[in-house]
């Protein structure tokens, strides 16, 4: 399963080659690829279509590209193999033999290009396609809802507003909103705190702080020199951000 520093590395290459693109079309190949989606595969199609990619944003695991001028994003999660695969649309290179679903994207508009001078070939159309050889992964168009501190959802958004179905999902700790020294972390240390159970079980819920997986638990607490059977509760606060950091 992809860690939370690849799903990063992810969203900050979609980030510089499909921000401020419109979806021209959107092609559904496998229909369980697209089961979070209330609509069924037409209705995910017809809301995409037309539609301007206008940020790309990530709390934990969870991806989501904004939708210019609606409250709806698309969502995606990788699972266990997904990919998010952007090319030219030249007919250079032969489709993917685990290909799900496939948007196709015109050129960056204007603004895009100046805000992002590193992007590949602005001017031209590319594909956006979601490879996934086990299909644990999925994409879904969602509502949004406000996000209940206020700020902006995750890494990469600068709306205070979060899909519903990443509403559950805790912030990570590469977000802007819990980095060391904010109102943000010194609310996640004080929760942590809150927790009699064991300081590993605390990590690993997504509900607490998001995308640590069991390895980047057990390697943090060596590292911090945190027993994982600890209970949270019973270890300091410079212990915990020590942990955090």
């Known amino acids: 399963m992809p860690e939370l520093p690849e799903v990063e590395t992810v969203r900050e290459g979609l980030d510089r080659h499909i921000v401020g693109r419109r979806i021209e079309s959107a092609q559904v190949l496998r229909d369980y690829s697209v089961r979070r989606h209330e609509g069924g595969p037409l209705d995910f199609v017809d809301r995409l279509t037309g539609q301007t990619v206008s940020y790309v944003a990530r ?9 210019d001028g609606v409250d709806e994003t698309l969502v995606g999660h990788l699972g266990m193999s997904g990919q998010l695969l952007v090319k030219a649309l030249d007919g250079s290179a032969e489709d993917h033999k685990h290909l799900r679903v496939r948007l196709v994207l015109g050129p960056m508009s204007e603004a895009a290009m100046g805000e992002r001078p590193s992007a590949e070939a602005p001017l031209v159309p590319v594909t ?39 509403a559950h999902i805790a912030r990570d700790l590469l977000d802007p909103a819990v980095a060391s020294g904010t109102p943000g972390r010194k609310a996640l240390v004080r929760l942590i705190k809150s927790k009699p159970t064991a300081i590993k079980r605390v990590l690993l819920d997504q509900t607490v702080v998001s995308g640590i997986g069991n390895i980047y638990a057990d390697e943090s607490l060596w590292r911090a020199a945190v027993h994982g059977e600890r209970p949270a509760n019973k270890l300091t606060g410079p212990a915990i951000d020590r942990l955090l950091d």
């Open 128 to 166: 956006l396609d979601f490879v996934d050889q086990r299909t644990f992964g999925y994409l879904a168009v969602c509502e949004t809802e406000p996000t209940p501190d206020g700020l902006a959802a995750g890494l990469g958004s600068h709306e205070a507003r979060i899909p519903t179905v990443v």
């Open 59 to 67: 709390r934990g695991k969870f991806l989501w590209l904004g939708l």
